[in-house]
């Protein structure tokens, strides 16, 4: 301490010391201000009204109220690319630029395919997403079509009824994201092993081009036509 400081001898001092002192230091038992009691007791008092209004009552959370804003936002998007003509795997390629569209789109694979697929789509009772074996084809146009029509004979829900059109686009172009990805404990390879574009791998080597997939925007698509997990 300081010669001004020993100057000043605690005792001195009107308040009251408390009966312990750690390292010479001696500590006051000086009231807390009242502004800070009220935040703190008021802050009790808030929280299990918050916590009742926006979890069990009424209240709308800021996240939810963010997913409603991105799903109109995804059915306006989509819109607009429809207007331009077919889906094709270039306009879905070009939904992976969105940071926005990714990011929800991640969330919505959490609630509605992961149990399936998987946490990080390394594969459940559905197929391995990360990995360049097939089933239904890997160009987004394919995985778009199989997001949307479903694979009902393998127990996949068609989703064209459970998501509007912008974020079912959205999610075909995530699925595309995850290649390449290595999640812990992969499934084993189904389907036919394929290159980025699409082709199939016959031997080291040598590819096999499929044929061309593009899907028409004014078409009705069926449940009954052939599809199935990605």
Known sequence: MTDHQDEIPIESTEDQLLDHEYDGIQEYDNPLPLWWKAIFWGSIF??????????????????????????????????????LGEITDTTLDGLKMSDSMMSTSKKVYSARCATCHGVFAEGGIGPNLCDTFWLHGNRLTEIHKTIVNGVPEKGMLAWKNQLPPGQLMAMAAYVGTLQGSNPPNPKAPQGKDLDPAGMVVVEEGELEEPAETVLDPDAEVSTEESAGTP
């Open 46 to 83: 808030f929280a299990p009204l918050y916590i009742v209004f926006f979890h069990f009552g009424p209240g709308v959370l800021p996240n939810d109220r963010y997913d409603a804003v991105m799903t109109a936002f995804y059915d306006k998007q989509a819109e607009e690319l429809l207007a």
